[in-house]
């Protein structure tokens, strides 16, 4: 039960912020190349820097590319002129560092935009002379599915919630409603229906951690007492996945979405954080029915310490969201 309590420890984790490069082909043979590098992505100690791109081979810089800094990000814009078609040319970043990614998009005129995922092993893409079809959807669905593993405010609700109910059909329910209520949000956000600004989102999403743990100890401390939580988890899970689901559309509107494959990128992305839902609920159910039966007594103290951890690092980034 130590790595429930492990999971709570990185006080400074927040969104999964992918960065991005971009080469559109403006005219014939002219290219505008512009990237983004946030910079909790491509720090190193207190010094983040801005990762130079990779331009195809048949392409060159008009001018000097321009380069600066803005609120938590690094950017950069460029103008190319290239030579001939850029099918089978190489395209992305010099370097993405850690457990970094990174997205590319090609868009020439009047052909498909190709989009690729760029990890720290492969910075760069193959741009493909023919598009693949699927490779958008494969792309943004590991996106998704990362979004919940290394998102660690998502990932603590999660936590918090399967520790709160810890019975199979009750979680499985729970789940679902939260699953729908994120999945609404997050497409009404990302298709313009609805929308709030994001330092409160990010504030409330931390408390809606904070109240999950302190139900938590409430039911470890007074099992015969339920509240209306413990009772109807599923409620709660809904109505707090309403409010996670505008923090998953803000981190997807950072990505953005590739013009002619804005359904198929906004599908591949939710089913892809409720893959990495599914993983991490059955991996931590099948790590408490694991302690039950092997150390019964281990259960409940490995539970609040984890508690603990996971309220006392929602309610730092309840502060840190509002007064940072």
């Given at each position: 039960?130590?790595?429930l309590?492990?999971?709570a420890?990185?006080?400074?984790a927040d969104?999964?912020?992918?960065?991005?490069?971009?080469?559109?082909?403006?005219?014939?043979?002219?290219w505008?190349?512009?990237?983004?590098?946030?910079?909790?992505?491509?720090?190193?100690?207190?010094?983040?820097?801005?990762a130079?791109?990779?331009?195809?081979?048949?392409?060159?810089?008009?001018?000097?590319?321009?380069?600066?800094a803005?609120p938590?990000?690094l950017l950069?814009?460029a103008?190319?002129?290239?030579?001939?078609?850029?099918?089978?040319?190489?395209?992305?970043?010099?370097?993405?560092?850690?457990?970094?990614?990174?997205?590319?998009?090609?868009?020439?005129?009047?052909?498909?935009?190709?989009?690729?995922?760029?990890?720290?092993?492969?910075?760069?893409?193959?741009?493909?002379?023919?598009?693949?079809?699927?490779?958008?959807?494969?792309?943004?669905?590991?996106?998704?599915?990362?979004?919940?593993l290394f998102g660690?405010?998502?990932?603590?609700?999660?936590?918090?919630?399967?520790?709160?109910?810890?019975?199979?059909?009750?979680?499985?329910?729970?789940?679902t409603?939260?699953?729908?209520?994120?999945?609404?949000?997050?497409?009404?956000?990302?298709?313009?229906?609805?929308?709030?600004?994001?330092?409160?989102?990010?504030?409330?999403?931390?408390?809606?951690?904070v109240?999950?743990?302190?139900?938590?100890?409430?039911?470890?401390?007074?099992?015969?007492?339920?509240?209306?939580?413990?009772?109807?988890?599923?409620?709660?899970?809904?109505?707090?996945?309403?409010?996670?689901?505008?923090?998953?559309?803000?981190?997807l509107?950072?990505?953005?979405?590739?013009?002619?494959?804005?359904?198929?990128?906004?599908?591949?992305?939710?089913?892809?954080?409720?893959?990495?839902?599914?993983l991490?609920?059955?991996?931590?159910?099948?790590?408490?029915?694991?302690?039950?039966?092997?150390?019964?007594?281990?259960?409940?103290?490995?539970?609040?310490?984890?508690?603990?951890?996971?309220g006392?690092?929602?309610?730092?980034?309840?502060?840190?969201?509002l007064?940072?």
């Open positions: 039960m130590a790595v309590a492990s999971l420890a990185p006080l400074l969104e999964l912020r992918p960065a991005i490069v971009e080469l559109t082909e403006r005219e014939p043979g002219q505008a190349l512009e990237w983004k590098i946030p910079v909790a992505a491509n720090a190193r100690g207190t010094a983040p820097r801005l130079q791109p990779v331009i195809p081979q048949n392409c060159e810089f008009k001018v000097e590319p321009v380069q600066r803005a938590l990000a950069g814009t103008q190319l002129d290239c030579n001939g078609d850029l099918g089978k040319a190489t395209f992305g970043l010099s370097e993405l560092i850690g457990s970094a990614d990174a997205i590319a998009r090609v868009a020439p005129l009047a052909q498909p935009v190709q989009t690729f995922r760029l990890t720290a092993q492969t910075p760069t893409a193959t741009i493909a002379a023919k598009p693949d079809r699927w490779a958008v959807a494969r792309d943004y669905f590991v996106i998704g599915a990362e979004h919940i660690w405010d998502h990932l603590l609700f999660v936590i918090a919630l399967v520790l709160l109910v810890r019975r199979g059909w009750a979680v499985v329910k729970a789940a409603a939260f699953t729908a209520a994120h999945s609404i949000t997050l497409v009404a956000t990302t298709l313009g229906y609805a929308g709030l600004p994001s330092r409160p989102v990010e504030a409330l999403i931390a408390l809606s951690i109240f999950l743990a302190v139900e938590v100890i409430r039911a470890i401390r007074a099992p015969d007492q339920p509240t209306w939580t413990r009772r109807m988890p599923w409620v709660a899970a809904f109505a707090f996945g309403l409010l996670h689901g505008f923090g998953f559309a803000g981190a509107s950072d990505i953005g979405l590739p013009q002619g494959e804005i359904a198929s990128a906004l599908v591949a992305f939710n089913v892809g954080v409720e893959a990495g839902q599914l991490v609920i059955a991996a931590l159910m099948a790590v408490l029915a694991a302690m039950k039966r092997g150390l019964p007594g281990a259960e409940i103290p490995a539970i609040r310490a984890a508690t603990y951890a996971i006392i690092t929602g309610s730092f980034w309840v502060f840190e969201r007064l940072g």
